[in-house]
């Protein structure tokens, strides 16, 4: 009875022996994270610090003496700083709403699927129809009568970027909301302090872990936002990712490129470090024992849930706006001068633009089931596995998500636009890059649910005489399968929507839909720009549908109840 | 200083799945001044939901709350001078103990130097002097819940409502605490209303216990009544352990009842406000420890025998079918039985009590 069992095993024995797997699994993870995460980012370090054959700060120099440049710096944190402070308050207030306030079932219902259509869009989506109703001969300026008003520049990227981000604090803040202990807001209740105090001295200071995580998630979302400052920011407001791509593509200038991507790695790795080693460890959410039942909602004062919900009214109808301007645009003649009703922009997408949309959609299909693959191998190694460099290995397969989209694009352009790994222009390298970048979200999900499945289920398996082969692939993949299929979804969105490292990577041979948005942007064509978007829109619409399906049928399979969408 | 509480005809209707479920129904109760109720019931009787009523955290759907003769029933919780000991104790986690115990009297308005002074005295009261400094994620599960005692005492609240504040305790530190809170709550003679499901702190720490069943009052009483004289099969199942010995009616004067159990006829105390007839079903409700191997009285085969120590177990089959536990002091040298062997059970007619079925 005892002599087979996996505790006699001594435990001097390496884990290389015991699970004949792991090594070439290791192998495998660690070349491929040294290839598409390590080696761009020392070319791009080398490229900035090399001048003349030596080490130097010269390139750094050049930029930050650049008027202009160090314009873009400051502009860029400055831009970081107020996007994630308004974002972080409106999801806030969602949040609020729907975790605090006693609102009619539907109305929660609309709160959440508002938040979702930014996630899910391509992100010109509100530049272009702030651009519409705000921009020259924009709707709401005929509307409200004003004449004379620049948009472009620091307000129209600001607001463009907070409604595209503040879903993200939302979920952040509803999720971190809904985990405090409800006994803990009737104890500051039943100790006779006012609905208001109760929020500024329990509910505020608790939720202030997820604040903190909701800022620094906006703040390297802004920073690292390229697509709508292009469209939004001008002239006379540049920002660090469109200042490094026109110095790349429009001056061909690598070097002062790479510099650039520099100075905008540099604060997106402060970011990614504190939120990592910082907010991580700091939470009171905590579960211990029954917490009782969730009290029904109290009122918090007739002024302030007057004020939270007529916030979230204003907001989500604003949204709503904004969609149906895009809608609209997309069918009719020509935007502003003719408003006649036509599906022309959409033959032209299906005529002109079908090359883009089966290009992206192979890359996504391409991309989506090898960052799958990536995220459970990933997940499972650094959570399962105890060896040497398992957390470093966590940290590489992390970082290019941590890094904004136009820093990696300008170092796979710098590392693989010569020997011996040429393979710009190809398919590979957009999915790469995406594999790369995107699937951080699925090892994230693999991990957290590796951590809630007691790893006595796979040592039953293995002290019923399964190999670990079998053990990971008829254990533990199954009951992981839920994470890796959200990771799958979380994925393809971003593989059809992104355009910030991919910008840099297109080719003749190789096109995008969102790379087609942005010519249509920058030669005035708003009605096909329009239609490109509600088509886009439409495909992820349509895929994530079929992939939370699936999602959901996993669950059940697995769980024997509804599962998590 | 002690006030009176009073809850008339509440009931609260909560809608589960669109179905209406009645999780209090019409329940009247009221408390003098200094006592101890405590609600018990097995989980989902609806006694949390009427202490959350009392507290002010539900609005009762009928009826009327009130305390020391104020209505209440419409009162927010903050503005009730209640002090309620929550299940998971509901320490602020990002307070300091101090802070805790010092939170409701900074929403009062108390000056910094009561407040030191009150909460210093709250400590010790609750035998914690010295941890002030502490936050909760340092304490064990008992200080926890001392703390949180300590932070509704130093309000000297009208009313303290209690919902099984010891159910996340270990056995040894339950008994301890069980001990302590009454003591505190007599010295302070406070109003308490306890929420509990174990009859042995609901038996230990009352002045009266009202036993809860699917919403609805079973019995209110105090509890050796409740032990001697259940009023239903349920309540004399859920307190204690008991026999419930089917058998028939005989005769009925008004208090006592003749009844005829297993061929014997015994005449034994009537629930009640009863109204036996001749010949109807009653069920005799007799205690183990009253139950005894005898002589004579009613026969029956041992099926199994427990040796416990102070005494022996028997479950034993009687000849008229059903099952009975018998418990018989064990002194070296008297007689036990084994499984399979024969045995007479007899008990004392006068602790007995007859109930209708």
Same mark, same amino acid.
């Given at each position: 009875?005892?002599?087979?069992?996996?505790?006699?095993?001594?435990?001097?024995?390496?884990?290389?022996?015991?699970? =004949?797997?792991?090594? =070439?699994?290791?192998?495998?993870?660690?070349?491929?994270?040294?290839?598409?995460?390590?080696?761009?980012?020392? @070319? #791009? +370090?080398?490229?900035?610090?090399?001048?003349?054959?030596?080490?130097?700060?010269?390139?750094?120099?050049?930029?930050?003496?650049?008027?202009?440049?160090?314009?873009?710096?400051?502009?860029?944190?400055?831009?970081?700083?107020?996007?994630?402070?308004?974002?972080?308050? #409106?999801?806030?207030?969602?949040?609020?709403?729907?975790?605090?306030?006693?609102?009619?079932?539907?109305?929660?219902?609309?709160?959440?699927?508002?938040?979702?259509?930014?996630?899910?869009?391509?992100?010109?989506?509100?530049?272009?129809?702030?651009?519409?109703?705000?921009?020259?001969?924009?709707?709401?300026?005929?509307?409200?009568?004003?004449? %004379?008003? %620049?948009?472009?520049?620091?307000?129209?990227?600001?607001?463009?970027?907070?409604?595209?981000?503040?879903?993200?604090?939302?979920?952040?803040?509803?999720?971190?909301?809904?985990?405090?202990? =409800? %006994?803990?807001?009737?104890?500051?209740?039943?100790?006779?302090?006012?609905?208001?105090?109760?929020?500024?001295?329990?509910?505020?200071?608790?939720?202030?872990?997820?604040?903190?995580?909701?800022?620094?998630?906006?703040?390297?979302?802004?920073?690292?936002?390229?697509?709508?400052?292009?469209?939004?920011?001008?002239? %006379?407001?540049?920002?660090?990712?469109?200042?490094?791509?026109?110095?790349?593509?429009?001056?061909?200038?690598?070097?002062?490129?790479?510099?650039?991507? $520099?100075?905008?790695?540099?604060?997106?790795?402060?970011?990614?470090?504190?939120?990592?080693?910082?907010?991580?460890?700091?939470?009171?959410?905590?579960?211990?024992?029954?917490?009782?039942?969730?009290?029904?909602?109290?009122?918090?004062?007739?002024?302030?849930?007057?004020?939270?919900?007529?916030?979230?009214? $204003?907001?989500?109808?604003?949204?709503?706006?904004?969609?149906?301007?895009?809608?609209?645009?997309?069918?009719?003649?020509?935007?502003?001068?003719?408003?006649?009703?036509?599906?022309?922009?959409?033959?032209?997408?299906?005529?002109?633009?079908?090359?883009?949309?089966?290009?992206?959609?192979?890359?996504?299909?391409?991309?989506?089931?090898?960052?799958?693959?990536?995220?459970?191998?990933?997940?499972?190694?650094?959570? @399962?596995?105890?060896?040497?460099?398992?957390?470093?290995?966590?940290? +590489?397969?992390?970082?290019?998500?941590?890094?904004?989209?136009?820093?990696?694009?300008?170092?796979?352009?710098?590392?693989?636009?010569?020997?011996?790994?040429?393979?710009?222009?190809?398919?590979?390298?957009?999915?790469?890059?995406?594999?790369?970048?995107?699937?951080?979200?699925?090892?994230?999900?693999?991990?957290?649910?590796?951590?809630?499945?007691?790893?006595?289920?796979?040592?039953?398996?293995?002290?019923?005489?399964?190999?670990?082969?079998?053990?990971?692939?008829?254990?533990?993949?199954?009951?992981?399968?839920?994470?890796?299929?959200?990771?799958?979804?979380?994925?393809?969105?971003?593989?059809?929507?992104?355009?910030?490292?991919?910008?840099?990577?297109?080719?003749?041979?190789?096109?995008?839909?969102?790379?087609?948005?942005?010519?249509?942007?920058?030669?005035?064509? $708003?009605?096909?720009?329009?239609?490109?978007?509600?088509?886009?829109?439409?495909?992820?619409?349509?895929?994530?549908?079929?992939?939370?399906?699936?999602?959901?049928?996993?669950?059940?399979?697995?769980?024997?109840?509804?599962?998590?969408? | 200083?002690?006030?009176?509480?009073?809850?008339?005809?509440?009931?609260?209707?909560?809608?589960?799945d669109k179905k209406p479920v009645r999780a209090v129904d019409g329940?009247?109760?009221?408390?003098?001044?200094?006592?101890?109720?405590?609600?018990?019931?097995?989980?989902?009787?609806?006694?949390?939901?009427?202490?959350?009523?009392?507290?002010?955290?539900?609005?009762?759907?009928?009826?009327?709350?009130?305390?020391? /003769?104020?209505?209440?029933?419409?009162?927010?919780?903050?503005?009730?001078?209640?002090?309620?000991?929550?299940?998971?104790?509901?320490?602020?986690p990002h307070m300091s103990v101090f802070e805790n115990v010092a939170?409701?009297?900074?929403?009062?308005?108390?000056?910094?130097?009561?407040?030191?002074?009150?909460?210093?005295?709250?400590?010790?009261?609750?035998?914690?002097?010295?941890?002030?400094?502490?936050?909760?994620?340092?304490?064990?599960?008992?200080?926890?819940?001392?703390?949180?005692?300590?932070?509704?005492?130093?309000?000297?609240?009208?009313?303290?409502?209690?919902?099984?504040?010891?159910?996340?305790?270990?056995?040894?530190?339950?008994?301890?605490?069980?001990?302590?809170?009454?003591?505190?709550?007599?010295?302070?003679?406070?109003?308490?209303?306890?929420?509990?499901?174990?009859?042995?702190?609901?038996?230990? !720490?009352?002045?009266?216990?009202?036993? !809860?069943?699917?919403?609805?009052?079973?019995? &209110?009483?105090?509890?050796?009544?409740?032990?001697?004289?259940?009023?239903?099969?349920?309540?004399?199942?859920?307190?204690?352990?008991?026999? &419930?010995?089917?058998?028939?009616?005989?005769?009925?004067?008004?208090?006592?009842?003749?009844?005829?159990?297993? /061929?014997?006829?015994?005449?034994?105390?009537?629930?009640?406000?009863?109204?036996?007839?001749?010949?109807?079903?009653?069920?005799?409700?007799?205690?183990?420890?009253?139950? !005894?191997?005898?002589?004579?009285? !009613?026969?029956?085969?041992?099926?199994?025998?427990?040796?416990?120590?102070?005494?022996?177990?028997?479950?034993?089959?009687?000849? /008229? /079918?059903?099952?009975?536990?018998?418990?018989?002091?064990?002194?070296?040298?008297?007689?036990?039985?084994?499984?399979?062997?024969?045995?007479?059970?007899?008990?004392?007619?006068?602790?007995?009590?007859?109930?209708?079925?």
């Amino acid at each position: 009875m005892n002599s087979k069992a996996p505790l006699s095993v001594p435990e001097r024995v390496s884990p290389f022996k015991r699970d =004949p797997a792991l090594l =070439p699994a290791l192998a495998a993870v660690w070349v491929s994270l040294a290839v598409f995460v390590l080696y761009p980012v020392i @070319r #791009l +370090f080398l490229v900035t610090f090399m001048a003349e054959g030596q080490l130097s700060f010269a390139n750094l120099t050049a930029a930050l003496s650049n008027w202009y440049d160090r314009q873009a710096f400051v502009n860029s944190l400055w831009l970081a700083a107020a996007v994630s402070a308004a974002g972080t308050l #409106l999801g806030y207030v969602y949040a609020f709403a729907v975790t605090r306030i006693a609102l009619p079932p539907w109305v929660k219902w609309l709160l959440g699927a508002v938040t979702i259509l930014p996630l899910i869009s391509p992100p010109f989506t509100s530049s272009i129809a702030l651009t519409l109703s705000l921009g020259p001969n924009g709707i709401l300026l005929k509307l409200l009568g004003v004449g %004379n008003f %620049n948009f472009y520049g620091f307000w129209g990227t600001w607001l463009s970027e907070t409604l595209t981000y503040f879903p993200v604090a939302f979920m952040t803040l509803a999720a971190i909301l809904s985990a405090v202990d =409800p %006994n803990l807001e009737d104890a500051a209740l039943s100790l006779g302090a006012s609905p208001g105090r109760v929020f500024r001295t329990v509910t505020l200071p608790l939720s202030i872990p997820g604040i903190a995580n909701s800022v620094l998630l906006l703040f390297a979302g802004s920073l690292a936002d390229f697509a709508t400052p292009l469209v939004l920011a001008g002239h %006379n407001f540049p920002v660090l990712p469109t200042q490094a791509y026109l110095q790349i593509t429009g001056l061909y200038d690598l070097r002062g490129g790479a510099a650039l991507s $520099f100075l905008l790695l540099v604060p997106a790795m402060a970011v990614y470090v504190l939120q990592r080693f910082w907010v991580g460890k700091k939470s009171y959410v905590t579960i211990s024992g029954k917490s009782g039942a969730r009290s029904a909602f109290k009122s918090k004062g007739r002024l302030a849930e007057g004020l939270v919900t007529g916030v979230c009214f $204003f907001v989500t109808a604003f949204i709503l706006y904004l969609y149906s301007l895009i809608l609209w645009g997309a069918m009719v003649k020509v935007w502003g001068v003719d408003n006649s009703l036509t599906l022309e922009n959409f033959r032209y997408v299906f005529t002109h633009g079908r090359k883009a949309i089966l290009d992206t959609l192979s890359v996504a299909a391409v991309a989506t089931p090898l960052g799958g693959l990536l995220a459970v191998v990933v997940g499972y190694l650094s959570q @399962r596995k105890k060896f040497f460099g398992n957390r470093a290995m966590e940290f +590489f397969s992390l970082l290019n998500y941590a890094l904004p989209g136009t820093v990696v694009g300008i170092a796979y352009i710098i590392a693989f636009n010569e020997k011996p790994l040429h393979i710009t222009g190809t398919m590979t390298i957009l999915v790469a890059a995406y594999m790369f970048r995107y699937s951080s979200a699925g090892i994230r999900a693999v991990i957290a649910s590796l951590h809630q499945i007691d790893p006595s289920v796979e040592e039953a398996s293995a002290s019923l005489g399964a190999s670990a082969a079998r053990t990971f692939f008829r254990v533990t993949v199954p009951l992981v399968i839920p994470a890796v299929l959200m990771g799958m979804r979380y994925l393809f969105i971003l593989s059809m929507t992104a355009i910030s490292s991919t910008i840099f990577l297109v080719s003749v041979k190789w096109n995008l839909l969102t790379t087609r948005i942005l010519e249509c942007m920058t030669e005035l064509q $708003f009605a096909q720009a329009c239609a490109f978007s509600v088509v886009l829109i439409l495909l992820v619409f349509a895929a994530t549908a079929v992939m939370a399906g699936l999602t959901r049928l996993a669950a059940r399979r697995i769980s024997g109840e509804g599962g998590r969408g | 200083m002690a006030v009176a509480l009073e809850l008339s005809n509440v009931s609260k209707v909560f809608h589960k799945d669109k179905k209406p479920v009645r999780a209090v129904d019409g329940v009247s109760l009221s408390v003098s001044p200094g006592e101890m109720v405590t609600f018990l019931g097995p989980s989902g009787c609806g006694k949390t939901t009427i202490l959350r009523m009392v507290a002010g955290f539900e609005t009762p759907t009928g009826g009327a709350v009130s305390i020391d /003769g104020r209505d209440v029933t419409n009162v927010p919780v903050n503005r009730r001078d209640i002090g309620f000991v929550f299940q998971n104790y509901a320490l602020f986690p990002h307070m300091s103990v101090f802070e805790n115990v010092a939170y409701g009297l900074r929403v009062k308005g108390t000056g910094e130097a009561d407040i030191r002074r009150k909460v210093g005295e709250g400590l010790e009261l609750v035998g914690l002097k010295g941890a002030d400094k502490a936050f909760p994620n340092q304490l064990s599960g008992g200080e926890q819940q001392r703390v949180a005692l300590a932070r509704v005492l130093v309000l000297e609240p009208k009313v303290l409502l209690m919902d099984e504040p010891l159910s996340n305790l270990d056995a040894k530190l339950r008994i301890h605490m069980r001990t302590e809170i009454r003591r505190i709550q007599k010295q302070l003679d406070v109003t308490c209303l306890y929420v509990t499901h174990d009859q042995g702190e609901a038996l230990t !720490m009352s002045d009266r216990i009202m036993v !809860m069943n699917k919403g609805k009052v079973e019995q &209110i009483g105090p509890p050796r009544e409740l032990y001697s004289d259940p009023r239903s099969l349920f309540v004399a199942d859920f307190i204690g352990q008991a026999n &419930i010995i089917p058998g028939s009616v005989v005769a009925f004067d008004g208090t006592n009842v003749l009844v005829s159990v297993a /061929g014997v006829k015994i005449g034994v105390r009537a629930v009640k406000n009863a109204s036996f007839t001749p010949c109807a079903p009653a069920a005799l409700v007799v205690r183990p420890e009253n139950l !005894m191997p005898s002589e004579e009285g !009613m026969a029956g085969t041992v099926r199994t025998a427990t040796f416990l120590g102070g005494r022996m177990e028997y479950e034993v089959i009687l000849e /008229g /079918g059903g099952e009975v536990l018998s418990f018989d002091p064990f002194l070296p040298g008297k007689k036990t039985f084994s499984e399979g062997e024969r045995i007479r059970l007899y008990f004392d007619p006068s602790v007995a009590v007859a109930l209708e079925t």
